[in-house]
């Protein structure tokens, strides 16, 4: 009986071995073929890491592109007009650009779509001295503005100064390409239009030039989205699940830097680019400035409205910035 007994045992003890040995090649096999299911994507940034970019970096390092079957690879562009371009040509899955860009490349029959707002309001602000004796676009007239030599910017300048009652043909406009600080910090122009509040700004003040800085919106020109995220048409209408566990990563990364601003930045950080290394203290005090702008409130995060789809596009045609029509509704895709 006993002997019987130990039989019995030894064969449940050898079964139990093997079903343990076949659950962990399965395990196995299971995390092998999960890095290979991973599908990869290949996403460009509009300009070097620098805070706004600390929710894609927060998804890489937590986890939340893999836990959609997601291997992102996030680029730097060489050129500013790279992401647009290598979008178009199906040579890059995603960038990040700029809302009147779409626009503005939809009208040249270049068939790209948003599918995600990232900064919901205007980073691009006219920027003067604070002790300057501009107060409002109005008192631009015989004052310079520097500026790198962009169409919208000139459209900008000229709707803020107009709406404001004042000459936008006064205005003249100078091109100092990307030198914005050290044009405002010689004194070689009056104003600035290309920089950012949460870049341009805060160096300068921290130079000890102290800015004052006009919203755009609060002058004729519609509250657009600064930053957006794009594809090709073709790669949306092919895949459009990718995109959408990419947004639900990037909502999750999102989520986790604005609850953990200091340990968000702080991942950002460990990617920064060698050639453009960043200032702790600046990237700090833009991420504060960022969160709010990127907020949906009651929406998800990258939610589009298309009101302020139509808004844009109306403004770019009557300003210029576009020759043809541009259906608004075709521009942009929340999924």
């Not at 596009?313 to 009557?318: G, I, P, V």
Request: hydrophobic share 40%; net charge negative.
């Amino acid at each position: 009986m006993k002997k019987s007994f130990l039989i019995v045992i030894c064969l449940l003890l050898l079964m139990l071995s093997a079903c343990g040995k076949s659950n962990e090649k399965e395990a196995e096999s299971k995390g092998a073929s999960g890095n290979k299911k991973l599908e990869k994507v290949s996403l460009m940034l509009d300009w070097y890491p620098n805070a706004v970019h600390s929710f894609l970096y927060a998804a890489e390092e937590k986890g939340y592109f893999k836990e959609q079957g997601l291997d992102v690879d996030i680029q730097m562009p060489a050129d500013t007009n790279d992401p647009l371009k290598l979008v178009a040509a199906d040579q890059i899955d995603m960038a990040i650009t700029y809302q009147p860009q779409v626009l503005v490349a939809r009208g040249e029959d270049i068939p790209v779509q948003s599918f995600g707002a990232i900064v919901r309001h205007p980073l691009n602000q006219l920027m003067v001295p604070a002790d300057g004796p501009v107060q409002s676009p109005k008192d631009l007239a015989g004052k310079t503005i520097g500026y790198p030599s962009i169409p919208l910017d000139e459209a900008i300048v000229q709707s803020m100064v107009k709406s404001d009652g004042g000459d936008e043909k006064k205005v003249k406009m100078v091109d100092v390409g990307w030198d914005l600080i050290p044009a405002m910090a010689t004194k070689k122009t009056d104003a600035l239009i290309g920089g950012y509040i949460n870049h341009e700004k805060l160096l300068l003040e921290k130079e000890g030039h102290p800015m004052r800085t006009l919203n755009p919106a609060d002058f004729g020109v519609p509250d657009y989205y600064e930053l957006v995220l794009v594809a090709s048409e073709k790669g949306l209408k092919a895949k459009p699940e990718v995109f959408k566990k990419f947004m639900t990563a990037i909502g999750k990364g999102q989520k986790f830097v604005t609850e953990h601003p200091e340990e968000g930045l702080a991942i950002l950080l460990k990617h920064e680019d060698k050639s453009s290394p960043l200032e702790k203290d600046i990237e700090t005090k833009s991420l504060e400035m960022l969160l709010p702008l990127m907020d949906a409130k009651d929406q998800p995060f990258g939610y589009q409205d298309p009101e302020t789809w139509t808004k844009v596009a109306e403004w770019l045609k009557d300003n210029k910035v576009i020759e043809k029509e541009v259906n608004p509704e075709e521009s942009f895709k929340n999924l």
